[in-house]
């Protein structure tokens, strides 16, 4: 407890000092590159944070509560490491040849920013079940022109058979990152957040367009697939999901996908490597399904470089 209040205390007060910004500056301009621990540190509020992607320079807020836009603040607008930048990269690719892209888990948006901008022509639709990642989410859209192009949604996607409440005010003196439906908060200031399957949310709306989605919603991913079977077979979309160690029912989601002719690609620092079985990974995070080759999305070039 009186860790996350030194915490709470020195991002309130230190980051807002005269001279602050100015060495964050040159702490990011001459650290050593092994110095990781340094992205942890709190930056100046208030802040616009450029950064450069596969769709172009794009710009994020907030960088005082949401950890993806103050990371990029100190790789200087750079996405890292490496099989982040990768999985990022390859969602811009399949954005540009999709009519719909769905932005599972968008927290402040990132993803939904990238393919936005990747394709001009896409209904692009986010969800969030965080207020406050629904707030920055909409704030970054407008920072970058984007808010007519993205349908925001604070809505929850998995299972839809019980309410789901989230907290009103801020938790933590950081955005949560690692939020999710199993997180019920049952006292203190809450609003209640629908929650839809994903057959709900793509049948019959979608049904006969292309598609590609990022799924991220920590260790939930089974409900998804689960409740969201007839999407799979239907609409086959390509996938870009993070299937963490304490993901829960990991056995479910790959017999799922193995059902409906799903591969499995790992997404790790050199490229794409193909597994035959979903297995969770001590270092890398994020996997790409699909029922295409490489060949047929023009990424052959992407597996096992």
């Not at 022509?121 to 707030?135: G, K, R, T």
């Not at 299972?159 to 997180?183: G, H, W």
């Not at 239907?234 to 591969?263: A, F, M, N, T």
Request: charge should be positive; include cysteine.
């Amino acid at each position: 407890m009186n860790t996350i209040w030194i915490k709470k205390l020195y991002k309130d007060t230190i980051p807002g000092l005269p001279g602050y910004h100015a060495c964050c500056r040159i702490l990011r301009k001459y650290r050593p590159v092994h110095w990781e621990w340094v992205n942890r540190i709190p930056v100046k509020p208030g802040m616009i944070v450029k950064i450069h992607t596969a769709a172009g320079d794009l710009f994020m807020g907030h960088p005082e509560r949401c950890s993806i836009a103050k990371q990029f603040f100190w790789t200087r607008g750079n996405r890292e490491p490496a099989q982040d930048r990768i999985a990022l990269d390859l969602f811009a690719v399949l954005a540009k040849s999709s009519d719909v892209v769905l932005d599972i888990g968008a927290s402040s948006g990132l993803f939904s920013l990238v393919a936005a901008r990747s394709s001009p022509s896409a209904q692009v639709v986010a969800f969030d079940i965080l207020p406050e990642a629904y707030h920055t989410l909409v704030d970054n859209l407008m920072l970058n022109g984007l808010l007519d192009r993205v349908e925001s949604r604070l809505v929850g996607v998995g299972k839809s058979d019980r309410p789901f409440y989230a907290p009103f005010r801020r938790i933590s003196s950081q955005m949560p990152t690692s939020f999710s439906l199993y997180c019920q908060l049952t006292e203190g200031d809450r609003v209640l957040v629908p929650v839809k399957t994903l057959d709900e949310i793509c049948l019959p709306r979608f049904s006969g367009k292309k598609m590609c989605m990022k799924i991220d919603v920590e260790g939930a991913e089974a409900d998804i697939f689960d409740q969201g079977r007839e999407t799979l077979r239907l609409i086959r979309p390509d996938i870009i999901c993070e299937v963490l160690r304490r993901s829960s029912q990991v056995d479910l989601c790959d017999r799922i996908l193995s059902e409906h002719g799903y591969k499995k690609f790992l997404i790790s620092s050199e490229g794409l490597r193909k597994f035959d079985r979903l297995e969770p990974h001590d270092r890398f995070r994020d996997w790409f399904f699909t029922t295409k080759s490489p060949v047929d999305l023009k990424i052959d070039t992407w597996a096992n470089r």
